[in-house]
C-alpha cells in the first residue's frame, strides 16, 4: 500500500477533490444544507463535549485520530476522532471550539470526508501544524487555553505545537480526563481475546536474547540510560515474540514496556495472558529475565514511581512515545530522546530466519495474486466482475495459503478513474464494473504467521491508449531503477528515491505518494522507520522495503507498481561489498502495457533476470499446490522479452563489438 509522502511538497499534484460514482457529498452552502445519508449527525456529541470543555476553561479542544500508542491503524474503541465528526478516514486531526468545529485530513480523504461529516464541521485542507495552529489562534483569545488528551500526541507532536505557538499568548495544556470518552456514550470495550506467542518455527531469537541485545545496546550508549520505555504496539510485541488482534489488520495487543538493566515491567491487560503464555514470560520469578506483570492502565503510575529515584535515566523514542508519559517525568535530565528506539532499529533488520520466512511468505503470498490476475483475465470481459468482487476473490485467494492470517490493509480494487484517487477502497456505493475498456489497480496484501506482504499490479484486459502504455512502463522503469541500483551499506533511502521518478520527470510527470516503507514480519503492512523519505534510517543489510512509484491521471487512470525487495550484498567490479535491492514479490508485470522500446538494455535485463527468478521460484511452489494452469499462465506471462528497437539502434552504431556484446545480453 502507497505510503504518505511526509514532505508534502508536491501534494497539489494529488490535490484531487472528484467524486466517484455513486456516492454524494455534502453541500452547506444552501438552505437548508444538503447532507448526504452517508454523513453521521454530530450535533449532540459536540454538545456534549461543550459541556464537558466550559468547567475546565478550554477554548479550543484537539482530537487527533490516533491511540496512546500513536497507531496508524486504531481499534475501534481509539475511533474517537470518527465518533466526533463521523469522518473514517485513517488519518486527521478535529478541533472543537464552544462555536466551531474543523476537521483537518491530507487530500487522500477529502472526498469521503464530505460525504461522512454533517456541517457542524468545516473542512480544513492544508495538515500542516503550521495551519491548525494559525486557525486555532484566529479562533480561540488571547489568553485563552487549547487543550488535548496527552495519550495522543507524541512527545515530537506536542513539540511542534508549542513551538507554533509561542508567541501566541495562547495557554496550550493537557488535560488528563479524556473528554471523548467522557460523553461517548457505547465505546467499544478492550478486547477480549486472548494473546499468543509465537511458534518456534518462525523465531530465531527468543524474547530473552531480544532483552540482552537491547540492555547491551542501552549500556553501549554514550547517554548512559537506566531504562527503555516501549510505547509503540510493535515494540513490545516484538520484543516478546507474541502477537494479538486488537486493531484491525494488525497482529497488535494494547502493551507498554519498561526495561531496565535488571527489571522487565509488561504492562497489559493480564487477564488476557493464558497460563502458558505466564510460563513462557516467567512471571512468578525474580531475576533480570523475569517479566513483572501489571495492569495496563498502571503505566503512568509505575514510570512516576521508578523515574522518582535518584540517578535514573529513560530512553524514549520521540516519534512514538505518547506525550502523557514524557510529561510526568521529570526534571527532564532524567530522559534521554531519539527519534527510534533501540528496538525499532533493531527490528528493523531482519535476522536470518525473518528474511527466510519473510521470503517463503511472499512466495505463496505470489500465488494468491497470480490466481486473482488469471482469473480476471478469464472473467472481465464477460461483464460480471467488478471492484468488489476483485477484492473479495483476492481474499479468498490467499486465505487458502497455509498460515494466513487475513489481508493485511483493505484492498485497493480500482478501475479506470477510482484508481487515480490514492487509497481508494470499493465500496457498494463506488464499486465499478470491470471492463476490457479500461486498466485496473489492485493493490493488496496479506498478514501470514511468517510475514506480511504488500503487492500492487496495475493492468489492461483490452488496449491500452499509448499515453498509458508509456506511462506504465515510465513507472516500471522507476520500479527497476530503485531495485537494481547498488550503494554502499548505510546510504539514505531519501537519497535513492528520485531513482524511482526519473524516467517521469523526463516527460514532466510524477506522483504525490512517498516510494517505499518497511514491511514486518507478521507485523505492520507500513514497518517504520525503512523507507525512502527524510526520516527513514539508513539501508543496511538485511531491510525489506516496498518499492511503489506511480502515476495518476485525474478522472482517467491510475498505475503502481509495488514490489517489496530485501537488502543484500553485492560483489561490486572494482571495489567493497555493496548492497543492492533483491525483488521477493513473485508477480509478472503486464507485459501488454510493457513499451520495451523505452527500456536501457540494463533495465531489459534485469526485467528478464527477475522473470528467471519468478519461475525458478514461483514454478516448483505452483507444482507442489498442483496449479497448472496458474502454471502455464506464469511460463507464458514470463517469457524472456526481447527489444528489438534497441538492438537496432546500437547496431547502427560503428562500434560492432559493442553491439554483438549487448545483442548477446538481450
Ligand atoms: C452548493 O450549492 C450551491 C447552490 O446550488 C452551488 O452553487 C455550489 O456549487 C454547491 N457546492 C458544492 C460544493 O457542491
Ligand atoms: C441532529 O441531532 C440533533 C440533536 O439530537 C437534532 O436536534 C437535529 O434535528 C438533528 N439534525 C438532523 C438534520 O437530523
Ligand atoms: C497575555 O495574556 C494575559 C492574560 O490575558 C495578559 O495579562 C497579558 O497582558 C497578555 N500578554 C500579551 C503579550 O498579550
Ligand atoms: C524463571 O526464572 C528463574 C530465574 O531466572 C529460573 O531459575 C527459573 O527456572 C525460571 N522458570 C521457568 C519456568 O522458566
Ligand atoms: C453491500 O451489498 C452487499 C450485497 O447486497 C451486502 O451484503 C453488504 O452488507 C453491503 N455492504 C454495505 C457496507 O452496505
Ligand atoms: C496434488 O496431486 C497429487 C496427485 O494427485 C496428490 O497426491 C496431492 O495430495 C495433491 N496436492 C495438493 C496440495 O492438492
Ligand atoms: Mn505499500
Not at 514510570?303 to 502523557?324: H, L, S
Not at 472481465?380 to 492470517?405: F, W
Not at 533476470?609 to 506471462?637: A, F
Amino acid at each position: 500500500m502507497l505510503p504518505w509522502l511526509l514532505a508534502l511538497t508536491i501534494s497539489a499534484l494529488t490535490g484531487s477533490t472528484v467524486g466517484h460514482g455513486g456516492g454524494s457529498e455534502r453541500n452547506c452552502s444552501i438552505s437548508p444544507p444538503y447532507i448526504p445519508s452517508t454523513a453521521v449527525n454530530s450535533t449532540l456529541q459536540l454538545q456534549e463535549l461543550r459541556k464537558k470543555m466550559l468547567p475546565l476553561k478550554i477554548s479550543a479542544y484537539i482530537i487527533p485520530g490516533t491511540d496512546a500508542h500513536l497507531s496508524e491503524y486504531i481499534a475501534p474503541r481509539d475511533a474517537r476522532m470518527a465518533f466526533m465528526t463521523g469522518f473514517k478516514g485513517s488519518s486527521g486531526t478535529a478541533v472543537v471550539t464552544p462555536t466551531k468545529a474543523a476537521l483537518w485530513t491530507d487530500s487522500r480523504y477529502w472526498v469521503q470526508a464530505e460525504r461522512e461529516m454533517d456541517c457542524n464541521w468545516e473542512l480544513q485542507k492544508d495538515v500542516s501544524v503550521g495551519s491548525i495552529v494559525q486557525w486555532l489562534i484566529a479562533e480561540v483569545p488571547k489568553g485563552g487555553q487549547i487543550s488535548f488528551d496527552p495519550f495522543l500526541f507524541s512527545l515530537k507532536k506536542h513539540e511542534e505545537f508549542e513551538i507554533a505557538l509561542e508567541s501566541s499568548n495562547i495557554t496550550f495544556k493537557s488535560v488528563s480526563n479524556q473528554l471523548v470518552d467522557e460523553v461517548w456514550p457505547n465505546r467499544p470495550p478492550i478486547p477480549p481475546d486472548q494473546l499468543i506467542r509465537l511458534p518456534d518455527r518462525v523465531i530465531q531469537r527468543t524474547w530473552q536474547e531480544k532483552v540482552q541485545d537491547i540492555r547491551r545496546q542501552m549500556a553501549e550508549s554514550l547517554y548512559e540510560p537506566t531504562a527503555l520505555l516501549l510505547s509503540a504496539l510493535d515494540e513490545t510485541a516484538w520484543l516478546f515474540n507474541m502477537r494479538g488482534k486488537d486493531i484491525p489488520y494488525n497482529p497488535f495487543f494494547y502493551s507498554y514496556t519498561l526495561l531496565t538493566m535488571d527489571e522487565i515491567w509488561l504492562f497489559l491487560h493480564e487477564h488476557r495472558l493464558t497460563d502458558e503464555l505466564k510460563v513462557y514470560l516467567n512471571s512468578s520469578c525474580s531475576g533480570p529475565l523475569c517479566v513483572q506483570l501489571r495492569s495496563y492502565d498502571s503505566v503512568l503510575e509505575q514510570v512516576q514511581a521508578y523515574v522518582a529515584k535518584a540517578q535514573v535515566k529513560v530512553w524514549i523514542g520521540a516519534d512514538y512515545t505518547n506525550y502523557a508519559l514524557f510529561e510526568i517525568i521529570k526534571p527532564k535530565d532524567k530522559i534521554m530522546t531519539t527519534s527510534y528506539s533501540p528496538v525499532l532499529t533493531t527490528k528493523a533488520v531482519k535476522d536470518e530466519t525473518e528474511q527466510r520466512i519473510l521470503r517463503e511468505a511472499h512466495v505463496r503470498d505470489a500465488v494468491a495474486v497470480v490466481q486473482l490476475l488469471m482469473w480476471l483475465e478469464k472473467t472481465v470481459p464477460g461483464g460480471k466482475e467488478t471492484e468488489l468482487s476483485a477484492a473479495h476473490y483476492i481474499n479468498m485467494c490467499r486465505q487458502k495459503q497455509k498460515d494466513n492470517r487475513g489481508p493485511s490493509f483493505e484492498t485497493i480494487s480500482a478501475s479506470g478513474p477510482n484508481a487515480a484517487l490514492a487509497h481508494y477502497s470499493p465500496t457498494n456505493g463506488t464499486d465499478r464494473k470491470l471492463t476490457v475498456n479500461e486498466m485496473y489497480l489492485v493493490d493488496s496484501g496479506g498478514q501470514y504467521l511468517d510475514g506480511t506482504t504488500d503487492i500492487t499490479r496495475t493492468v489492461h484486459w483490452g488496449t491500452p491508449t499509448a499515453m498509458q502504455k508509456e506511462a506504465y512502463t515510465r513507472v516500471l522503469m522507476g520500479n527497476i531503477e530503485i531495485s537494481r541500483t547498488v550503494f554502499p551499506s548505510g546510504t539514505r533511502g531519501v537519497n535513492m528515491e528520485m531513482l524511482g521518478r526519473r524516467a517521469l520527470w523526463e516527460v514532466g510527470l510524477n506522483y504525490g505518494h512517498g516510494t517505499g516503507h518497511g514491511v514486518g514480519n507478521y507485523f505492520g503492512v507500513h514497518e517504520w522507520p525503512v523507507g525512502f523519505q527524510s526520516n527513514n534510517i539508513p539501508f543496511t543489510e538485511g531491510m525489506f522495503t516496498s518499492i511503489e512509484p506511480g502515476y495518476y491521471k485525474e478522472n482517467d487512470f491510475g498505475i503502481r507498481i509495488e514490489d517489496i525487495a530485501v537488502t543484500v550484498p553485492v560483489k561490486t567490479r572494482l571495489g567493497n561489498r555493496f548492497l543492492t535491492f533483491e525483488t521477493v514479490s513473485l508477480v509478472p508485470y503486464d507485459r501488454k502495457l510493457i513499451d520495451t522500446a523505452l527500456l536501457s538494455p540494463q533495465q531489459l535485463q534485469w526485467l528478464n533476470t527477475y522473470y528467471e527468478t519468478i519461475r525458478r521460484v514461483l514454478g516448483p511452489e505452483l507444482d507442489r499446490q498442483n496449479l497448472s494452469e496458474e502454471k502455464s499462465w506464469v511460463l507464458r506471462s514470463t517469457e524472456p522479452i526481447t527489444n528489438a528497437a534497441a538492438s537496432i539502434t546500437f547496431c547502427a552504431l560503428p562500434v560492432l563489438t559493442v553491439c554483438a556484446l549487448i545483442q548477446s545480453l538481450l
